[in-house]
Nanobody, 122 residues
Framework: QVQLVESGGGLVQAGGSLRLSCAAS????????MAWFRQPPGKEREFVAA????????YYADSVKGRFTVSKDNAKNTVYLQMISLKPEDTAVYYC???????????????WGQGTQVTVSS
């Protein structure tokens, strides 16, 4: 059974930084796309960033390009989301997800973490 556990969320001032972690277990993820999504209050879940476990290819939403960096540590089976220059509009619950496909559509992801809250104050 796939298990994804996020950590690292918190409260930060605008302009600050946070690093989220997603510890993955339960299977081999070499053929998976590991993604970060977020759900702002009262809004739908949206794609943030993703990384191919096998190739390391990275994908980003336009809204976070240049500010967020997705990375992985194969030895630790962990994916990270480094966030800098945070803005109040980045406030959301952030989720880690895994998919065998290459889509950024959350409907096609079957494996999700429990989420971690990120709050950016102005």
């Amino acid at each position: 059974q796939v298990q994804l556990v996020e950590s690292g969320g918190g409260l930060v001032q605008a302009g600050g930084s946070l690093r989220l972690s997603c510890a993955a277990s339960g299977r081999t993820f070499s053929s998976y796309l590991m993604a970060w999504f977020r759900q702002p209050p009262g809004k739908e879940r949206e794609f943030v960033a993703a990384i191919s476990w096998s190739s390391g290819t990275r994908y980003y939403a336009d809204s976070v390009k240049g500010r967020f960096t997705v990375s992985k540590d194969n030895a630790k089976n962990t994916v990270y989301l480094q966030m800098i220059s945070l803005k109040p509009e980045d406030t959301a619950v952030y989720y880690c997800a895994a998919s065998k496909g290459t889509t950024t559509n959350p409907s096609y992801y079957n494996n999700w973490g429990q989420g971690t809250q990120v709050t950016v104050s102005s």
